[in-house]
C-alpha cells in the first residue's frame, strides 16, 4: 500500500487522482501545511522541506515533487496508461510539460503561499503577489500557443499531465483567468473535471465553495 502525505487543494490531489485511476490502495494522511502544528510536524516528518505532496511506495522508499511522483507513478504502473510509453512519439512533449508545469508555474506557490517569505512589507507583498498573479498567467498563455491537444494534453489518452495541469490551474489567479490566457488547454481540464471515476475525489478534495473557479 502506498502512504501519501497531503492536504485539500494542495498538489497531493494530483496524486491522489493518479492512484485513483490506478485503482492502488493508499493511506492518505493529512499534512496541512496551514493546519495545527501537529499537522505541520507529519508533513515535515516525512519531508524536512515540510511540503507536499510526500509519497511513501510500497517498498519503503520516500519519493517527493509532485511532477516526479506523478511520472513514477504512472510509469510504473503502465497498465493503467497514464503516460506515453518511452519509445512513444508524445513522450518528449509530455516531459516538456511536465518539467514546465513544475519549474515555470507551480514553483511560484512557494511564494504565493507566504508573500512574507519574500516581501519586505505590505505593500512589497501587494507587488510580489500582483506579478506572480501575471507571470503564471504569462506562463499558462505560451503553454497554450505551443501545444496542440487531441482529446487531451498529449493525444487521445488521458495522462498524469492532465491531473497536474486540473489542480495547478485551480490555485489563483484561478480558473476563469487560466480560461481566458489558456482556452485550449482550458477544454482539456473542463474534460478532466468531468471524468466519472474523479467526480467524487474533485468534490471533495476541491469543494465548489472554495471558488477555485472565480
Not at 86 to 104: G, H, K, N
Request: negative net charge; glycine residues 6%; aromatic residues 10%.
Amino acid at each position: 500500500m502506498y502512504t501519501l502525505y497531503g492536504y485539500k487543494r494542495s498538489g497531493s490531489v494530483a496524486v491522489e487522482a493518479a492512484l485513483t485511476l490506478i485503482g492502488a490502495p493508499y493511506r492518505l494522511i493529512d499534512a496541512a501545511l496551514w493546519g495545527d502544528a501537529e499537522a505541520q510536524n507529519r508533513a515535515r516528518a516525512a519531508n524536512p522541506l515540510a511540503q507536499v505532496p510526500a509519497l511513501i511506495t510500497p517498498s519503503g522508499e520516500l519519493m517527493t515533487e509532485s511532477a516526479a511522483i506523478l511520472i513514477w507513478l504512472a510509469d510504473s504502473h503502465p497498465e493503467a496508461a497514464l503516460s506515453p510509453t518511452l519509445d512513444a512519439t508524445e513522450r518528449p512533449a509530455f516531459l516538456r510539460w511536465m518539467a514546465y508545469v513544475a519549474a515555470e508555474i507551480y514553483a511560484l506557490y512557494w511564494v504565493r503561499d507566504d508573500l512574507s517569505r519574500l516581501a519586505a512589507d505590505e505593500a512589497h507583498q501587494a507587488m510580489i503577489d500582483q506579478r506572480t498573479r501575471e507571470r503564471i498567467s504569462f506562463c499558462w498563455r505560451m503553454m497554450d500557443t505551443q501545444i496542440t491537444p487531441g482529446r487531451f494534453l498529449v493525444g487521445e489518452t488521458l495522462s498524469v499531465l492532465d491531473l497536474y495541469v486540473a489542480v495547478v490551474s485551480r490555485w489563483k489567479p484561478g480558473r476563469a483567468r487560466f480560461y481566458e490566457e489558456a482556452p485550449k488547454l482550458a477544454e482539456v481540464v473542463r474534460r478532466v473535471d468531468d471524468h466519472p471515476r474523479l467526480t467524487e475525489l474533485w468534490s471533495g478534495r476541491f469543494p465548489t465553495a472554495d471558488g477555485h473557479e472565480g
